[in-house]
């Protein structure tokens, strides 16, 4: 289209010269353009008005179009449409809500559980610990058993398992402060 635009002054032009008016040159002079040159140009515009037309055709065909498409879908949502579609949030709402509810549930079942395994397998350790350990001669007048502290163990949990006061295994091993054991440590439990 733009193409035909840049020769739309040339072919007004030539349509001015074929319209019968000439210019007579003087004889040394060539004329402007021959009849041939004339003949071409008024086929060119023939052919260019042609082409805009088409255009002009091919514009309207496609405002048509983009206005039946326009009309087709409405700028507004109807009150049922509104309605069912506040539906669906609300559905899916109490869906998430139950889901989460769900979740904080089976959350409880999982630490609940792991709390027992973790408690079953600290039993059997601490008992098979003490199954373990070897009785040892402290000195000449007393006996008892060398326990090799597990992770997870306190001195407390330890006494009790022996049922020992937990001075006594403080006192016996020297140490400074109940706390301060550590994972490996052997600590001598008396009789």
């Known amino acids: 289209m733009k193409n035909a635009l840049r020769f739309l002054p040339l072919a007004l032009g030539l349509a001015l010269l074929s319209t019968g008016c000439s210019t007579m040159l003087a004889a040394d002079d060539e004329p402007v353009a021959s009849q041939a040159d004339v003949n071409y140009l008024r086929g060119e515009i023939r052919r260019l008005n042609a082409r805009i037309e088409a255009s002009e055709s091919e514009v309207g065909r496609v405002q048509s179009d983009v206005l039946a498409a326009q009309a087709n879908q ?8 509104v309605q069912s579609l506040q539906t669906q949030l609300e559905d899916l709402q109490r869906q998430i809500r139950a889901l989460d509810a769900a979740r904080v549930q089976d959350k409880k079942e999982i630490y609940d559980d792991i709390s027992k395994k973790i408690s ?25 058993i060398e ?45």
């Open 147 to 191: 326990h090799v502290v597990q992770p997870g163990e306190s001195l407390s949990k330890i006494a009790a398992a022996y049922g020992v006061k937990m001075s006594v295994i403080v006192d016996e091993n020297g140490l400074s402060s109940p706390d301060n054991i550590r994972v490996g440590q052997k600590l001598f439990i008396p009789d």
């Open 74 to 81: 409405p700028g507004y949502a109807s009150a049922a449409q």
């Open 120 to 144: 079953t397998i600290l039993k059997s350790s601490s008992s098979s610990s003490a199954a373990r350990s070897t009785p040892r001669p402290r000195s000449s007048s007393q006996t008892g």
